[in-house]
């Protein structure tokens, strides 16, 4: 997406606390036209490191915002799923820098929410979160019509999930046999289950079933069992 909008010549900036990789990588840099910035150099150990490192990357986000906010009705700052009062402090800074504040949203999370704090999570976002934001994108229809169901009238703008083939360095196979081929985290047990309980009921051995699945060793185990 980002590099999407690169193209229409929107100065696009991704932005994230900490590192997710386990690659050492510039804290700012560019990659194949898109700026990115991590807030935080390095994992923090400590509560008060934490604390710390809380205040600074958000003083460095709102420095951020400040700098990339221009003259124009066409600032847009993007979130994905948060804690309802996160969603309030970025409503707050998107109003206070003249932002548009927009939501990527890619699952309906109380669905899959386990314990009684995730649940709560997905309960006060998807109960208030839609009357805090200017517009949302979601990836089906499903996701749109969910959506419609709390705020009616906000402005959506549904886009597919989004893959680039050529960032991978990955052969490609021809498989001639008919299949199903399922990727996705282990995190999605239930749908996994569900998907080799549909293909069991085939009951065609002329057509297979391949998972591809990333996830912990010990979970993925307990799938075949």
């Not at 193209?7 to 606390?17: A, F, G």
């Not at 205040?55 to 066409?74: D, H, P, S, T, V």
């Not at 050529?166 to 239930?190: P, Q, T, V």
Request: glycine share 4%.
């Amino acid at each position: 997406m980002a590099k999407a909008l690169v193209l229409e010549d929107y100065q696009v900036m991704l932005v994230n606390k900490l590192n997710p990789t386990n690659q050492s990588i510039k804290e700012s840099d560019n990659i194949a036209g898109v700026q990115y910035k991590f807030l935080c150099p390095k994992n923090n150990v400590t509560i008060l490191e934490k604390i710390i490192s809380e205040f600074n990357a958000n003083y460095k986000l709102i420095g951020l915002l400040k700098k990339l906010c221009k003259n124009n009705n066409n600032n847009y700052l993007m979130i994905s799923y948060s804690p309802l009062y996160l969603v309030f402090y970025y409503r707050l800074i998107a109003k206070l820098f003249h932002f548009r504040l927009l939501y990527s949203i890619m699952e309906y999370h109380p669905a899959i929410a386990k314990g009684i704090r995730q649940k709560l999570k997905s309960f006060l976002f998807w109960q208030f979160a839609f009357f805090f934001c200017d517009g949302v994108i979601p990836i089906s229809q499903f996701l749109e019509n969910m959506i419609k169901q709390k705020r009616c009238n906000v402005p959506t703008f549904k886009i597919p999930v989004l893959a680039d083939f050529n960032a991978s360095n990955a052969a490609a196979k021809r498989y001639e046999n008919k299949y199903f081929l399922y990727c996705g985290s282990i995190g999605y047990y239930e749908v996994i289950k569900l998907v080799i309980a549909a293909y069991l009921r085939l009951e065609k051995p002329d057509i297979h079933l391949y998972l591809v699945i990333s996830g912990k060793n010990e979970e993925i185990e307990k799938l075949g069992k």
